[in-house]
């Protein structure tokens, strides 16, 4: 991994890296830190289940977990990290390596899948995606969504599941292995009704799903405000 001062590109026209990192394999998915104030830190989860946490300004790196992870997500201030499992978990841990929480499996999920993506929504709220670990390549994927609330200092969770998959597999979905790989983009605090948006696709769907929560109704179907829910925006707009 190669990285560069953006600072230094823009003004100076500098085309040298400033740190060369080397992995132990392929990385997965490599997550800036959100908060301008720990900039220099990115978490890295590599194909080999291994999450890390990098300090790109020096080159040290901290391993944070040493296997069975999926995916992660940082936390809106940047000083935790919640990472998927492969038995269906989530894990929270500060950047210090310390562990300070559990997130079970939801009711309805069992042993068969596992985390294939996550995102930090609030304090104490997460989105959860649970894929099969095993399937039929020429099937559709049955992937199953939860919002997930914490009480008592990530301590007992309540679980609020989806109803359907907003990210059924394509038609003719690529070529890839499964299970698929979840993207995300977040937009927070947009005036005068958005209170948080979560942009959602995945590598084996041909659509994109949006999930928001608003002060003021932003879509005609939608049911209720100031939770997140699926919503279906007019996008010429």
Not at 71 to 86: E, I, L
Request: aromatic share 8%; charged share 25%.
């Amino acid at each position: 991994m190669t990285t560069y001062s953006v600072a230094d590109v823009v003004s100076r026209g500098k085309k040298e890296a400033d740190n060369k990192l080397a992995t132990d394999t392929t990385i997965r998915a490599l997550l800036p830190n959100p908060s301008p104030e720990f900039e220099q830190y990115f978490a890295i989860v590599l194909d080999s289940g291994k999450l890390e946490i990098c300090d790109v300004g020096n080159g040290v790196k901290k391993a944070i977990r040493e296997q069975d992870v999926n995916c992660a997500a940082w936390s809106a201030r940047g000083k935790a990290v919640v990472s998927g499992s492969t038995d269906g978990t989530c894990a929270i841990h500060m950047t210090s390596g310390e562990l300070r929480g559990v997130i079970p499996r939801p009711p309805d999920v069992d042993e068969s899948y596992e985390v294939t993506g996550v995102s930090w929504l609030k304090t104490e709220e997460f989105l959860a995606v649970y894929s099969l670990k095993e399937q039929d390549q020429d099937s559709p994927e049955p992937k199953k969504y939860s919002v997930i609330q914490s009480a008592k200092g990530w301590g007992s969770f309540t679980y609020h599941s989806f109803a359907w998959d907003p990210l059924p597999e394509a038609f003719e979905p690529p070529r890839r292995l499964l299970p698929a790989r979840i993207s995300s983009t977040r937009l927070q605090n947009w005036k005068p009704d958005l209170d948080d948006m979560l942009i959602i696709t995945s590598s084996h769907a041909d659509s994109i799903a949006i999930l928001a929560s608003t002060s003021n109704k932003i879509s005609p179907d939608q049911e209720n405000c100031n939770e997140l829910m699926l919503v279906n925006v007019d996008d010429t707009k």
